[in-house]
């Protein structure tokens, strides 16, 4: 059965050109883009998208660095979509990422490590709905 996710191409890889590659290895994955959208966080969007992480100490630097520069965001599909973009993007700490993942080959560190996603179906419908209307959804 199909099941929607969403990811965002973080400022580290747009800035790096890595958005291709990674679209690329995404699509070979047989994920469905639904839609996609290029922008530019502000403060305000950064913070409500990461206000789970709010107390955390690190929430400051988290929203300073996605503000830092273009993203992509899109909402995905195919079958398992959720688990299986978690096995493709690796471990948040590219240093302990499995080899072959996008983390492993594209991150920098935890905060700059190529790439978001999902960590539950429910939590992916959030996100989805917090960029894109059902009327873009394709």
Known sequence: MS?????IVKPDSVEKGNFGKIMARLEGEGFKVLAIRKLQ???RQAEGFYAVHKER????????????????????????????????MGATDPAKADAGTIRK????????????GSD?????????NFFFPTSELF
């Open 3 to 7: 099941q929607r996710t969403f990811t």
């Open 57 to 88: 100490p690190f929430f400051p630097d988290l929203v300073k660095y996605m503000t830092s520069g273009p993203v992509f965001v899109a909402a995905l599909e195919r079958a398992d979509a959720v688990p299986h973009l978690r096995s493709v």
């Open 120 to 128: 539950s179906p429910e939590n992916a419908a959030i996100e989805i």
């Open 105 to 116: 080959e594209l991150g920098e560190s935890i905060e700059r490590n190529a790439i978001h």
């Open 41 to 43: 966080l502000s403060t």
